[in-house]
C-alpha cells in the first residue's frame, strides 16, 4: 500500500487578501514573482507567487463570498543571510515589521515578524546554513 506521503507535495499556501493587486505588489517587494493570475467565478483572481527557484507559493486569494479577511498568523517563515540588513529594508520600505530583531539565543536564531497589507504575519529569521 502506498502512503499518502509518497504521492503528496506541499504546493502552496493560502493567504486570504482583500486586495489583491495591493497584496502582488507586497510580495513582490520581498522578491516574490507572480507566476499566475487567471479569473474564476464570480469575478474573482487565482493569483500565486513563488521566490525564484521555488516550487512552494503562496496562493492570494479572495476571502470566501460575504466574509472579511481575519489577520493571522500565518506560519510562513522566511529565510535570510542578513536578518539586520532584511529589517533595516523592511522598515525603511514602510512594512509593519517589528520594531527590532529578536535575539533569543541558542538554539533560536535570530528574528522578527512583520505584517502584510491584510494584516497576516509572517516570520524572517537568520538563516543558518
Known sequence: MTKITETVELRLICVPTEDQDRAIEFYEMLGFEKRTDDPFGNGYRWIEVYLPGNATGIAL?????????MPTLTGITLATQDINAAHAELKSLNVDVDAE?????????PLFWFRDPSGHT???VQRSW
Open 122 to 124: 509572517l516570520m524572517m
Open 101 to 109: 530583531v529578536s535575539r533569543m539565543g541558542d538554539p533560536v536564531p
Open 61 to 69: 486569494t479572495p476571502p470566501p463570498p460575504g466574509q472579511k479577511v
